[in-house]
């Protein structure tokens, strides 16, 4: 049987995301098949076909699927799954993917596996709890495994690839939902939970202005900037800069904390980068527990300084 | 209109989670408990929907031993009008748990479900969804702010890369993310004041809903631990590491 990936984008460019979750999923079979629902979105199919290890594309290009409406997609996915044509149906933890898959799961009456980070077997799948604090593996005996993926954890694949692009023509619209606006940080920097690069900054900073101080170093590491939930509590910055267990986990190359103390909730988000740097004047803070490199500094004579040096 | 605010019972959020020794679970011993902070997000949302003039009745389940019924009382504190319990000593995953409020859903006829986007122990983030799904109810999942009007409510979502609002039909499922509000604290007289309002338990055995999961734990175990590093005197010296020993810049 083979597995159903869902592909991420936004009618444009496919998502990196999706090249990662094709790698759990070649961990589990061999014959995947990539979905690419949305509007005017051929484009995306090509880019998902190049993809190292998928078998076929399916291209559902509809008004419907325009702003990805969980209702909508759901059902096309269900639809897609009704002939138990697949014994996995993949897609990114994403908020796009947290939206639709559980609903995917209930339509086909078999329970979804969320986040994971590492396939074991075919049926077994390990994901963390409590927060990052606790590693479950689990298995499921479900005839449909219904799965998000930790892009973050899977390398992505290569590309160089040519499968064939085929048209879908199933058009569901739930009559429930309806799209209103989009309102999308406009930012000419990488993508949080794609960047080689990270630069957060939590309540140390004080206030949202001071946020500048960590554009010129993330400028010159062409790094992407985060925060702590404290930070966007406070209403410094908002909330899809946030890393940690709330907000968005990211393992990137470099991770550099800033006036950050280091709750349980953070790290959730970020200890699994390759190398953490921590900058905090506090000698006890909890953060410096799991940074590769810690500077007991205050954060106002030390940005300017690395901003300088690097 | 009504809403129905399913709540859930977890392991406080500042509690430090210790994984047994065995390996079967996270060792929940004489640990505290608390109402899941999400949760806390929904109860105060369909409080404030009330207050303001929109919502007739604020309805509270949450299903459990009996020992859920102290995060009723909680909520019921709060200014939900009444709670609904439905006992079980099995642990049960998010179907499941969908499929008991899909029956809740079916008596009580509420307008509006708002409940938490994820529990912070298991983290799945599915249960609002499925609800969702199983009585074919939109869903506005994430949600930053909930404006009803005139038989429908728009929900702004917090997506990746920014904000997203759609439109739903009432009946619609909500589920909440951390700006959406701040909730309140219960205060004393408030507290006192719960214990008389109405809480009916009800067997979730009773309903005839398949409580068994195909998804087994075969173990818990505890993460990696990361070995903290070294401290560096200036930053001078930690440009170089970051060069020459990291080699990441």
Redesign the interface.
Do not use: M, W
């Given at each position: 049987m083979a597995i159903l990936l869902i592909a991420d984008h936004d009618n444009k460019q496919l998502k990196a995301e999706t090249g990662k979750v094709l790698t759990a999923a070649q961990a589990i079979g061999s014959d995947i098949h990539i979905l690419v629902a949305g509007l005017q979105c051929r484009s995306v199919a090509e880019q998902a076909a190049q993809l190292s290890g998928v078998t076929r594309v399916l291209l559902a290009d509809d008004t419907v699927y325009q702003?990805q409406?969980?209702?909508n997609i759901?059902a096309l996915v269900t639809e897609l799954a009704k002939n138990n044509e697949y014994s996995h149906i993949l897609t990114a933890a994403?908020?796009?993917g947290?939206?639709?898959?559980?609903?995917?799961?209930?339509?086909l009456?078999?329970?979804?596996?969320?986040?994971i980070i590492a396939v074991e077997s075919p049926d077994?799948f390990v994901r963390?709890?409590?927060?990052?604090?606790?590693?479950?593996?689990?298995?499921?005996?479900?005839a449909v495994k219904v799965i998000t993926v930790r892009a973050s954890a899977f390398a992505a694949v290569a590309t160089g690839n040519t499968a064939t692009v085929e048209t879908v023509t199933i058009s569901k619209d739930?009559?429930?939902?309806?799209?209103?606006?989009?309102?999308?940080?406009k930012s000419e920097r990488p993508?949080l939970?794609a960047a080689r690069?990270v630069i957060s900054g939590g309540r140390g900073l004080q206030n949202g202005e001071n946020f500048k101080l960590l554009e010129g170093i993330a400028d010159k590491?062409n790094a992407a900037i985060g925060a702590s939930?404290a930070a966007?509590?406070a209403g410094f910055v908002?909330?899809?800069m946030?890393v940690g267990?709330?907000g968005?986990i990211v393992a990137p190359?470099?991770y550099i904390a800033v006036g950050i103390s280091g709750a349980?909730?953070h790290l959730a988000g970020m200890?699994d980068s390759?190398?953490?740097?921590a900058i905090n004047k506090d000698?006890e803070a909890p953060v410096?527990?799991?940074?590769?490199?810690?500077?007991?500094?205050d954060l106002f004579t030390?940005l300017p300084?690395?901003e300088a040096?690097? | 209109m009504k809403i129905l605010v399913p709540v859930k019972r977890v392991i406080d959020f500042n509690v430090k989670v210790r994984v047994k020794p065995d390996q079967s679970g996270v060792d929940l011993a004489n640990v505290k408990m608390a109402m899941n902070p999400f949760c806390e997000i929904a109860v105060e949302e369909a409080v404030r929907l009330k207050e303001a003039g929109i919502a007739s009745e604020v309805i509270v389940v949450s299903i459990g031993p009996a020992a859920v019924q102290e995060q009723l009382r909680t909520a019921l504190a709060l200014g939900a009008d009444r709670a609904i319990h439905l006992q079980t000593e099995q642990s049960l995953d998010s179907l499941p748990i969908a499929k008991l409020l899909a029956k809740v859903v079916a008596e009580e006829q509420p307008q509006l479900v708002i409940l938490g986007k994820q529990a912070i122990d298991s983290d799945n983030n599915q249960t609002g969804q499925m609800l969702a799904a199983l009585t074919g109810m939109g869903q506005g999942t994430f949600a930053s702010k909930v404006v009803v009007n005139d038989g429908k409510v728009q929900v702004t979502r917090e997506i990746d890369g920014g904000l997203q609002t759609v439109e739903l039909t009432l009946p619609a499922v909500v589920s909440t993310d951390l700006r959406l509000n701040e909730p309140r604290y219960a205060s004393l007289p408030n507290i006192m004041k719960a214990k008389k309002k109405p809480l009916e338990t009800k067997q979730a055995a009773d309903y005839g809903v398949t409580l068994t999961s195909n998804v087994t734990t075969l173990k818990v175990a505890a993460p990696p631990v990361r070995k903290a590093g070294v401290k560096v005197e200036s930053v001078a010296q930690l440009v170089d590491k970051l060069k020459h020993e990291a080699k990441v810049i």
């Open positions: 702003h409406l969980a209702e759901a994403t908020t796009t947290k939206n639709f898959l559980p609903r995917v799961a209930a339509l009456d078999v329970a979804q596996i969320s986040d077994t963390p709890v409590y927060a990052g604090n606790a590693i479950a593996t689990v298995q499921s005996t479900d739930s009559g429930v939902s309806r799209f209103i606006s989009e309102e999308l940080t993508e939970t690069v590491l939930r966007v509590d908002p909330n899809d946030q267990q709330t968005k190359e470099l349980i909730q200890k390759k190398v953490i740097v000698p410096f527990q799991v940074a590769d490199y810690g500077l007991v500094a030390a300084e690395l040096l690097l | -």
